[in-house]
């Protein structure tokens, strides 16, 4: 009886121990029955076609699904990034997620991963967490020794079928600083790997209809791929539908950092934000996959499932090549816009939103409408941005001036010395200097800054206001925590575009990573050149097509059976390795034959070792000898000029070395360059590499959302030892006519010219004053007097 008790004793007290401990965050009503188990990976399941191979095709691979945990739930990530940091005592990241009819209606818990700095105050500190503006986590931000996991339960009815709002807002304070560069040491990292949708059940795994191609996400760093299988792949007319496929899914998708994998065989897992796509006759897919191609009935295009793992597999399928080209034709013609039709956003939303606004003319819009919020500030340091695009065919980099018209307010604390600061791209633009004190409101004050900056497509414009109080320079304990306004930006400011001149340049690669100018004007079929493709070259083109076709907006026609001598009249992609590229083109385009040399010791598998960092050693010698001889003294002049005339002793120069042949380095991963075709009615772009391997290693980080901004110049080079891109900017160009012919667009490509070519416009400006001094002077010789 005895022994009865104390177990009965034992077993109480055990309970209770496990009551007292401290659990994790969790905003659901109610506690689960017990805790969702570590995550594993996700085991492997029966051959494709059954418990039983047929006799006659092999069996197909082994394909395992997306995970699903022992308790049934399905995650699904939702961050379209590798990492998302939040940085200063404000941050705001807002874009949208896909979600189906299936995954709206199922029960969903959302969780989210997070650290943040030692010395960020957790009493004054939250994160916010949103969906379809229902608050769904709020949370004092206290996770400096490591990552902080949040779990919450999706009330029903938030999320809908189709886009859906995701908004993360943290507002960060200081434990002890209280000056405007301590707000430089608040940041917090959400974990992408760790923050995802959980779905109970099998149905909201399911791909049902073409529209879902929208859901598929990204996985755990932010990508999305795409797995084509053709079984024919060495079949020439296979080549063009599955370009056209990879460009339809890219755009239908339209997830920031998708790659695309050609292949014969169905790949060895389906992980989390991928998608296999089979291509193929009724035969062919038959052979491959019997469950794929078993029904000669079918729909060209659809979903099925896969019968041993239950995943959706999109089937392009026709009795013959020519029903199959039909099929694909089916589904990518739909996404095409009419060249006639004028583009008037940049679909960016499931990354950024809203969607960015296309500005092909003057504009003025209010901040309201591009995604900016009136915001009261009590800190030290606000930060808000927004984005607007501009036309590949942008020509007022030299001269032209932007507006904000600013609404704010700031209160009398603020002292002088304090600013408001405009950065475009990350680069500084304009800086308003608060002078008077006693506080002041800003009703439409203009801040105008150059469009030097500006690029074509997306341009990230950022409002900073940096201020300092008669409070923080006493910096009381406490302080910090203080809910009294000092700045308040109105989201009635409105932001002025004026008239730009508009014609094309090239070579112009950053046209090309802004809206693929020239291939997204051309209504005929594009050369893609590959000479003796394989799998890896046939995955970097429709990689880089497929990222292409987003920046166009529209997909494009591509002929693939082109060769180098039947595109010298035409604009032109070649994509291959060196070996495969003629000689002729790498002339063309302006690399040097020298190349072949440099790169053929190169190994496809031998990952190049971090380069030292040169470029900072030499600036770091200029600054010491900088004022020295006769070099130092032509360098300190040149600063001298940039500084105070914003211009160099290079735009006084008449030819350009950069027009040379180039020569990359043997660390260079991937080389892609533009030059006028033969006959100079077109362009010729080349992107290649030492190997295949390399080939595409370099295009899959080239297309990722934050190098592709970065190809721009003539010539564009990736290295992926140290992960950076460098560019050979653009010497001699050439217009093309983009827009038709007026004087008021001529006088303003005449007036950027000339101010981008400050030799030339001196010496015209000579010829004139001289001209008009000679009719000058012969005017008054024959009217004056004669003595």
């Not at 043997?666 to 533009?674: E, K, N």
Request: hydrophobic share 40%; glycine share 6%.
């Amino acid at each position: 009886m005895k022994r009865l008790l104390g177990a009965c004793l034992f077993l109480g007290l055990s309970t209770l121990s496990s009551y007292a401990q401290v659990a994790p965050f969790d905003m659901s009503p109610e506690r689960p029955a017990e805790p969702a188990p570590a995550e594993k990976p996700a085991a492997p399941f029966s051959p494709l076609p059954g418990q039983q191979a047929p006799a006659a095709p092999a069996p197909a691979p082994k394909l395992a699904p997306a995970p699903i945990r022992a308790d049934g739930q399905w995650r699904r990530y939702i961050v379209p990034q590798d990492s998302l940091s939040f940085s200063g005592e404000n941050g705001d990241k807002t874009w949208a997620v896909f979600i189906t009819a299936d995954q709206a209606a199922a029960p969903a818990t959302l969780t989210l991963a997070y650290q943040s700095s030692l010395v960020v105050a957790p009493e004054w500190s939250t994160m916010t967490v949103s969906i379809n503006n229902a608050r769904i986590i709020s949370e004092p931000v206290q996770s400096p020794e490591g990552r902080k996991t949040l779990t919450a339960k999706i009330p029903a009815g938030v999320l809908k079928e189709g886009l859906n709002t995701f908004r993360i807002n943290t507002s960060l304070r200081h434990r002890t600083d209280c000056t405007v560069q301590s707000t430089y040491e608040l940041w917090t990292e959400v974990d992408p790997s760790k923050t995802y949708l959980s779905f109970t059940g099998d149905n909201p795994r399911r791909l049902k209809k073409l529209d879902d191609i929208r859901a598929i996400g990204v996985d755990g760093t932010g990508r999305t791929a795409f797995n084509i299988v053709v079984p024919a792949i060495d079949r020439t007319q296979a080549t063009a539908p599955m370009l056209h496929t990879a460009q339809g899914l890219a755009i239908l998708a339209n997830m920031p950092n998708q790659t695309v994998t050609v292949s014969s065989t169905l790949p060895a897992e389906q992980s989390p934000g991928s998608l296999t796509v089979l291509l193929g006759t009724d035969e062919e897919l038959q052979s491959l996959a019997p469950w794929a191609g078993d029904s000669r009935t079918a729909p060209g295009v659809a979903f099925v499932d896969d019968p041993a793992t239950g995943s959706s597999i999109l089937r392009f399928r026709g009795a013959d090549w020519q029903s199959v080209t039909n099929a694909v034709a089916g589904f990518v013609d739909p996404l095409k816009r009419d060249l006639s039709v004028p583009r008037t956003f940049i679909s960016t939303q499931t990354w950024r939103s809203p969607d960015v606004p296309l500005f092909i003319s003057s504009s003025r819009v209010k901040l309201s409408e591009l995604g900016v919020d009136t915001k009261n500030f009590t800190g030290r340091r606000l930060r808000t941005e927004f984005a607007i695009g501009v036309p590949s065919d942008f020509y007022a980099n030299e001269y032209g001036k932007a507006t904000i018209l600013l609404d704010a307010a700031y209160s009398e604390d603020v002292l002088p010395g304090s600013q408001i600061n405009i950065y475009v791209n990350d680069n500084i633009a304009a800086t308003l200097p608060i002078t008077t004190s006693g506080g002041e409101i800003l009703r439409h004050f203009p801040i105008s800054f150059t469009m030097r900056h500006f690029r074509p497509g997306v341009n990230l414009i950022t409002i900073e206001a940096a201020l300092t109080t008669k409070t923080d320079s006493i910096c009381a304990p406490g302080s910090n925590a203080s809910s009294t306004t000092r700045f308040a930006l109105f989201d009635s400011s409105e932001f002025v575009i004026p008239s730009f001149a508009r014609i094309g340049t090239l070579p112009n690669l950053a046209g090309l990573s802004g809206t693929s100018f020239p291939y997204n004007r051309s209504g005929k079929p594009l050369p893609v050149v590959m000479n003796n493709a394989g799998e890896k070259s046939l995955s970097a083109a429709a990689t880089l097509l497929a990222r292409m076709a987003v920046a166009a907006g529209r997909p494009m026609e591509v002929d693939p059976r082109a060769t180098a001598n039947s595109a010298m009249n035409s604009n032109a992609l070649f994509i291959g390795a060196i070996p495969q590229i003629e000689s002729s083109v790498l002339t063309q385009t302006g690399i040097s034959e020298n190349t072949r040399t440099i790169w053929s010791a190169v190994k496809g598998n031998v990952e190049p070792a971090p380069e030292e960092n040169t470029q900072s050693d030499f600036n770091e010698w200029r600054e010491r000898l900088s004022g020295r001889g006769w070099r130092g003294q032509i360098s300190s002049f040149d600063d001298w000029l940039n500084r105070t005339f914003n211009i160099s002793l290079a735009s006084l120069m008449t030819s350009d070395e950069s027009d040379a042949p180039y020569t990359p380095e043997p660390a260079a991963t991937l080389l892609v360059a533009q030059r006028p075709n033969p006959n100079g009615d077109g362009v010729w772009t080349v992107a290649t590499s030492a190997t295949d391997d390399n080939l595409i290693e370099g295009v899959r980080a080239l297309t990722r959302q934050d190098h592709w901004p970065e190809l721009q110049g003539h010539i564009s080079i990736y290295k992926a030892g140290t992960d950076e891109m460098q560019m050979v900017p653009v010497g001699n160009y050439t217009f093309v006519q983009s827009q038709p012919l007026s004087f008021s667009n001529m006088r303003l490509v005449i007036a950027n010219w000339l101010s981008g070519n400050i030799l030339w416009f001196s010496l015209i400006l000579v010829v004139l004053a001289s001209l008009l001094g000679i009719a000058t002077s012969r005017m008054l010789a024959n009217l004056g007097r004669r003595i």
